[in-house]
């Protein structure tokens, strides 16, 4: 007899199931199978025919995999809306989210390294050394508040079940946006921003960072592939 | 302005899981099959296919779940919650609404 859970729990794996739905879902199905199984076994069916008949009820588990997964796309907004949560939504939340990190991070910085003391702040502004680190810890703030909205479209894209496209679409979004939105560090000012201006555009550094979150949520899942193709192997 | 059905028949899966589950906890065999059985092989539900289903009624608080021994058998059961009995009003609601539309015309064209 042919297994059948295995090749329902490979082709989950492969189009990309968040393993958390993968265990439940493979734990589900094979109790399913058991009752339909059971139920054969009820009409007077042998052990062999009974295993033959849950599997044809259940049909080809490729095929299944692949309706679990449409079900599972439909069962959330984001799933069921993916152009709009994907495509439109980090067009209008991105300027916002961003600011938003921004603006949170700089509030811890301030908490943790000034305790809320302005005239410390001002202390090490006027220190060339300390603003150095200062500017370089703005900076590293402005990326991590960039990776984090591509990170959050990317993981929302995944927990959804939406192909893989859509966290490209949205993070190609988020770093259009990376292009033309701006930081800007002084003695003793702070600018953000959008502009087009020659003298401020292109940020590739910035424009890159939403293709690495992509880049690296992508490695994630081949090698949550391989690994699981390994585990089935050994 | 009288309030459109656009979700009327999206609607109905969830009805009928909800009403069921508002009977007794389930499992998800034991709901495909009752549907099956209970609407005359009218509707029915892809053999696996509930699951996905089950866990986005738990995912909006409609239903919650636990993992139970029966009989020498641990299956997940579903039983309804405060807000699926709310929603279960609803859509019976909305669909004794639609059905009573529909009964309307279809009289009209047989008189």
Known sequence: MPDFIEPLRRRLVELGCPMKQVRRLVR??????EDLKQAALAEGLSETEAEARAN?????????????????????????????????LPLLAYPVLWALLFTLELALEFALGYSWDAKKLQVAVNNPVTFRHLS???????????????????????RSAVKFKWTVIACAICSVYGLFT????????????????????????RAAIPHLVAGAIYILQRRTIRRFREQVAG | MKKTNPSFLNGVPELLVLR???????YGYQIVEEIRTRTGEALAFGE???????????????VSSRRQEVE??????????????????????????????????????HA
């Open chain 2, 20 to 26: 069921l589950l508002a009977r007794q906890e389930m």
């Open chain 1, 28 to 33: 589900e199905v094979a109790d399913h199978r």
């Open chain 1, 136 to 158: 370089l810890a703005l900076h590293f703030m402005d990326y991590a508040a960039i990776a984090s909205v591509a990170l959050l479209f990317g993981r929302l894209a995944r």
């Open chain 2, 48 to 62: 696996g296919c509930i699951y996905p289903y089950l866990h986005y009624l738990e995912a909006e608080k409609q």
């Open chain 2, 72 to 109: 020498g058998r641990n299956r997940n059961y579903y039983k309804l919650t405060a807000r699926g009995r709310k929603r279960l009003d609803e859509l019976t609601s909305e669909w004794n609404r639609v059905t009573t539309g529909v009964a309307l015309l279809m009289e009209e064209q």
């Open chain 1, 182 to 205: 701006w930081v800007s560090f002084g003695m003793h000012s702070l600018s953000l921003g959008f502009t087009v201006s020659a003298s401020l555009v292109p940020q590739w550094t």
């Open chain 1, 56 to 88: 044809t009820s259940l049909g080809d588990p490729v095929l299944l995999a692949e309706d679990l997964m449409a079900s599972l796309r439909r069962s959330t907004w984001w799933g069921r809306h993916h152009v709009v949560a994907f495509g439109l």
